[in-house]
């Protein structure tokens, strides 16, 4: 459900003045977020139930192409929430799968957040470590969430070896989870020899890595897509007939047949089919949405109950209000700590007349 009301909000307690602005560096958000898992987890589920009651602002995400460019991608996710956060702001994170081959990460990203009282932004932070904290901590709740009546995977497959796979894995064993088989596939062996490597250093279940994607997907119970496919490349419906559940956080891995042939659960019904994604595939292929079960917060508050006798799929769109959440969070951390980077004079003009 994309919910459009405004968020609740106390009018101001004191004079309306304008915030100060301060800068948080990645290292500043690593810090505040090291070994909070369990904390993030619960601020995530808090978010989907605000969200999901109508407490939020999440307007469909803004996609910047390039014509000379086409495999990068800038996105803006504009996004309101309330309850105890109580934070406007907006996402900015590019994606250029290029810079893998040269060495650097495909993705980066600032977050800014703005004052409810003034709409003046308050804070920049480094969000690309915001970014895959909140995807990680959506899917390892979901995991937790949707795997409940069934039986607790004990195999695990990583499809995709990047950064949000990483810190998958981390949330997943943060969270109290223990694989007896991980199982790895990228289409670079180099990458998967390397996760292969960090996943050993990180204990827990003996790791294979796969040589192709029927081999990962049949021998694991939970399947994570984490992945830069733009299209479907995963089509045949019988490598899934022992019904894992599917952690499909990158959105276009799978045919519309997997789909229509699965039971479906997303983060927001309407952010998750447009663009192209394997839930708007099959939404155009059928003329319907009949194929989905609902939304995740459906699932937690009881409102719908996933059947165990088919493929569980879950495929999130990830919403800005996530990202509010958490840099919210790193944001009172790091003022708590007394550590915020203040830029004075950021805002010069604050006299109308001079």
Not at 114 to 125: H, K, Q, S
Not at 137 to 143: E, F, T, V
Request: charge should be negative; proline fraction near 6%.
């Amino acid at each position: 459900m994309t919910t459009t009301g405004a968020p609740t909000a106390a009018a101001p307690a004191g004079p309306v003045t304008v915030p100060p602005f301060a800068v948080i560096s990645g290292a500043q958000v690593h810090e505040a977020l090291r070994g909070r898992e369990s904390r993030i987890v619960g601020l995530v589920e808090e978010t989907y139930r605000l969200h999901g009651a109508g407490d939020s602002v999440n307007p469909p995400s803004y996609f910047l192409r390039f014509p000379d460019r086409p495999t990068a991608r800038i996105i803006a996710l504009p996004a309101s929430i309330g309850g105890s956060v109580g934070v406007d702001g907006l996402k900015w994170v590019s994606s250029y799968p290029d810079n893998v081959a040269a060495g650097i990460p495909r993705a980066s990203a600032v977050l800014i957040l703005n004052d409810r009282d003034t709409g003046y932004p308050f804070a920049c932070l480094e969000s690309s470590i915001i970014s895959a904290t909140r995807t990680a901590a959506s899917a390892a709740l979901a995991a937790d969430v949707l795997s409940r009546g069934r039986e607790r995977p004990a195999r695990v497959g990583f499809f995709g070896v990047g950064l949000i796979a990483r810190y998958i894995h981390t949330f997943l064993a943060a969270t109290g989870w223990s694989f007896d088989e991980i199982g790895v596939h990228d289409l670079s062996a180099d990458n998967a020899a390397g996760f292969r490597g960090y996943l050993e250093q990180a204990g827990g279940g003996r790791v294979t890595v796969h040589e192709t994607a029927e081999q990962l997907i049949r021998s694991s119970d939970l399947v994570v897509f984490a992945t830069v496919a733009g299209r479907p490349h995963v089509e045949d419906v019988t490598w899934f007939d022992h019904h894992p559940l599917v952690l499909h956080v990158s959105l276009r891995d799978l045919a519309p047949e997997i789909l229509l042939a699965s039971a479906n659960v997303v983060d927001d019904v309407e952010h998750c089919l447009k663009a192209e994604t394997s839930p708007h595939l099959a939404e155009q292929l059928t003329g319907s949405r009949d194929f989905l079960l609902g939304t995740l917060d459906d699932v937690i508050a009881g409102r719908v109950v996933p059947p165990q006798d088919q493929p569980l799929i879950f495929s999130p769109f990830g919403l800005g209000v996530l990202d509010l959440a958490v840099g919210k969070y790193v944001y009172d951390e790091v003022s708590r700590a007394g550590e915020l980077h203040i830029i004075d004079d950021f805002f010069r003009e604050l006299r109308r007349y001079g």
